[in-house]
């Protein structure tokens, strides 16, 4: 590329050649042909950009992410090359990291349309759907993409519905990932996993110290399986956020880890004696399917033990903080409907939150002989 600050840019009729080459589906040969110009040192802008768009039409995008990154760095002054290289971030999944690019995009020229259509985009594809209206709202009537109107209903369905949405959960979690121990024992006083390992203990389920196989839903680092690893023969997990799995392998306590939904139908049919949730159930509202995937899971006489956040009522609400919290009533209606049988339901405080307790449930569920 020239160096930062040179006014060389590609001949018109280069990139109108390589404009043309892109919509006749020869990508490759359209970075290949400004790559020459910009070993040459005879770019600009206008080219850089075309090249990284060219590298992902080509099926190349670790190397349109690296040419993105230089253009951003050379043109640091340009909005342009900050929402390109925002575009390719959000493409490869790096969600913060395209979120602020295209927040730096808009601080060089806040009346850029296409930067905040992109920022809404990737705050909907980190399931934020607030945070998505907010910046689909501040672009103009007359500069509206012709995309918008899908995705503003994406985010109402988002919004309304039972669940967090899964790429909230993923994008939230993995950022946590690297302190998320030492930050919910610590700060948040995390006594899930410990709870549920004490309900285990009044079911007498410590005389099969070794010799249960148990599945922990949503394992996140492996708190949970670490509490329950003693009376594992077999261990496994699933969870949503690749980067937290990562850190429950790195424990070295799990036989089988699994990145998916906790409601995937990949969870093996009447395979477990334990299934436990600890603290997961808080970003469902409806657990009718998660009733079903832990009966479905269990062997006969087999337990499913998990916390939820309290609240009154009959049904499930939405809390301050993001999470879901559920009524004991509730609770009873699903052991009713999923045919299990209710061995024990206590009151406890899972976690605290600015330093207060939060209400919570503790429940032991039986599949019957």
Same mark, same amino acid.
């Given at each position: ?15 109108? %050649? ?9 990508? &490759? ?9 910009? %070993? ?15 590298? @992902? ?40 990291? *395209?979120?602020?690019?295209? %927040? /730096? *995009?808009? /601080? ?30 501040? @672009?103009?009537?007359? $500069? ?13 369905? #988002?919004?309304?519905?039972? /669940? ?19 930050? #919910? ?22 005389? #099969?110290?070794? !010799? ?21 023969? !077999? ?8 980067? #937290? ?13 699994? +990145?998916?939904?906790? +409601?995937?139908?990949?969870? =093996? /049919? ?18 009718? $399917? +998660?009733? *079903? ?5 269990? !062997? ?28 004991? =009533? ?5 052991? =009713? !409907?999923? &045919? ?20 919570? @449930? ?8």
């Amino acid at each position: 590329m020239p160096a930062s600050g040179q006014a060389y840019f590609a001949p018109e009729n280069l990139l109108e %050649q390589a404009e043309a080459l892109l919509i006749e589906g020869r990508a &490759g040969e359209a970075a290949s042909l400004i790559e020459k110009q910009i %070993q040459e040192g005879r770019s600009g802008l206008l080219a850089c950009l075309l090249h990284a768009r060219a590298l @992902i039409a080509a099926g190349r995008p670790a190397e349109a992410l690296d040419s993105a990154r230089e253009t951003a760095l050379l043109f640091s002054g340009a909005a342009p090359a900050a929402l390109e290289l925002a575009k390719t971030l959000l493409g490869a999944g790096q969600l913060p990291t *395209a979120i602020a690019e295209c %927040q /730096r *995009a808009l /601080r060089i020229d806040p009346d850029l349309a296409e930067a905040r259509y992109v920022l809404g985009c990737a705050w909907l594809e980190a399931g934020e759907p607030e945070k998505a209206f907010d910046a689909f709202g501040q @672009i103009p009537a007359a $500069e509206e993409p012709s995309g918008l109107a899908a995705k503003r209903l994406e985010a109402a369905e #988002m919004q309304n519905a039972p /669940r967090s949405n899964a790429r909230y959960i993923r994008h939230l979690f993995d950022q946590f990932s690297a302190d998320y121990d030492s930050r #919910m024992l610590g700060e948040l006083n995390y006594t899930a996993p410990n709870i549920l390992r004490h309900l285990a203990s009044l079911l007498s389920l410590e005389s #099969m110290n070794g !010799r249960l196989a148990i599945l922990d839903l949503g394992c996140g680092t492996g708190l949970a399986g670490a509490a329950f690893h003693d009376l594992a023969h !077999r261990l496994d997990g699933i969870d949503l956020a690749p980067a #937290m799995v990562e850190k429950a392998r790195g424990r070295d306590i799990y036989d089988r880890l699994m +990145v998916g939904d906790i +409601v995937s139908p990949a969870v =093996e /049919r009447d395979a477990y004696d334990l299934v436990v949730a600890a603290d997961t159930l808080v970003y469902l509202g409806d657990l009718d $399917e +998660v009733f *079903a995937i832990a009966f479905h899971a269990l !062997r006969r006489c087999g337990y499913f033990l998990f916390t939820v956040e309290a609240c009154e009522g009959m049904s499930f609400s939405l809390g301050p903080k993001r999470r879901w919290q559920h009524s004991e =009533e509730y609770l009873r209606s699903l052991v =009713e !409907r999923h &045919g299990f049988v209710l061995s024990g339901l206590l009151q406890c405080s899972p976690r605290t939150e600015a330093g207060v307790p939060v209400e919570g @449930i503790a429940a032991a569920l039986m599949k019957p002989a």
